[in-house]
């Protein structure tokens, strides 16, 4: 059992069996998704992504991952529970532990690389159990260390927690258009450290959805709305209405002037995140 990247199996290798991820160490269960690492505390050491499961919605850099027991043939037949595996691998958000990240598809297992484990929760899936559901995020390769950047940012640079690694360019210029106000619910946060506020991207960067890296795909949030944005629990339309899950408009969005925040990526992550497909509320066409 160990954490980290296995010596000798690059990310993107190729297995035709889970006895060959089994006996290369890449995923060292022979039959659950969820593999335990060494220290249960740490949490998890790598999960398998089975094909074909309806509950798992799979973003390439952001996956919402199922969790493990209680089901039959790819179906939850009971409520699943936060024990076990999955309280394991829910230890793995405080422990900042990655897991290495392996799916399966088109009758082969690929090793993705370490992903992060953000959150767990509960919530009803497709076939009316509860079901246990994990975020994972994909951590980008840590560049070589640039010198010309002083000691103390360098160090933030290595740190794990997904919104130190982006470009800080884009976030702080929308930040600054709204002095930190949220957008949605105006809020501003002083901390002894000055205003505090997020740069959230409607569409995820990297992955499989390569969402832009510029001030149309960012918004200006509180740490709630940025993880209601992130989570599916609100959505903006294209006249920059704030709706619920049920497409009920909760509100307007703050949109300054010289913000020049495009619908596409609106759309985009509306689409992303299973809001209902063009209702006339929304003014979609296609
Ligand atoms: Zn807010």
Redesign the pocket.
């Known amino acids: 059992m160990t954490y980290g990247p296995v010596p000798g199996v690059p990310t993107g290798a190729r297995f035709r069996t889970r006895r060959a991820l089994y006996d290369r160490r890449v995923h060292h269960d022979i039959r659950q998704i969820i593999c335990g690492g060494p220290d249960p505390a740490v949490g998890a050491e790598s999960v398998l992504v089975p094909a074909g499961r309806p509950d798992d919605h799979d973003l390439g850099g952001i996956l919402y991952l199922t969790g493990s027991g209680n089901t039959r043939a790819g179906r939850v037949v009971s409520d699943q529970v936060l024990t076990g595996l999955n309280r394991i691998l829910a230890d793995n958000i405080d422990s900042g532990q990655p897991v290495r990240l392996i799916r399966e598809t088109a009758g082969e297992f690929a090793y993705d690389g370490l992903f992060l484990v953000e959150d767990a929760y509960l919530r009803s899936g497709v076939d009316g159990h509860a079901i246990c559901q994990f975020r994972l995020r994909q951590m980008r390769p840590v560049a070589a260390p640039d010198r010309s950047v002083p000691p103390a940012q360098a160090q933030r640079a290595l740190a794990t927690h997904y919104r130190l690694v982006r470009d800080p360019a884009v976030p702080a210029r929308v930040k600054a258009l709204y002095d930190h106000r949220?957008?949605?619910?105006?809020?501003r946060i002083q901390t002894l450290a000055g205003a505090y506020s997020e740069g959230a991207h409607l569409v995820p960067l990297g992955g499989g959805t390569d969402g832009p890296d510029t001030d149309a795909n960012v918004l200006c949030?509180?740490?709630?709305?940025?993880v209601m944005l992130d989570h599916g629990a609100l959505a903006i339309t294209d006249e920059w209405l704030v709706i619920d899950r049920d497409g009920q408009t909760i509100g307007d969005l703050t949109l300054h002037p010289d913000h020049q925040l495009d619908p596409a990526c609106a759309r985009r992550h509306r689409q992303l995140l299973g809001f209902p497909h063009s209702p006339p509320e929304l003014g979609l066409s296609g």
């Open positions: 949220c957008q949605i619910c105006g809020i949030l509180c740490p709630n709305h940025h």
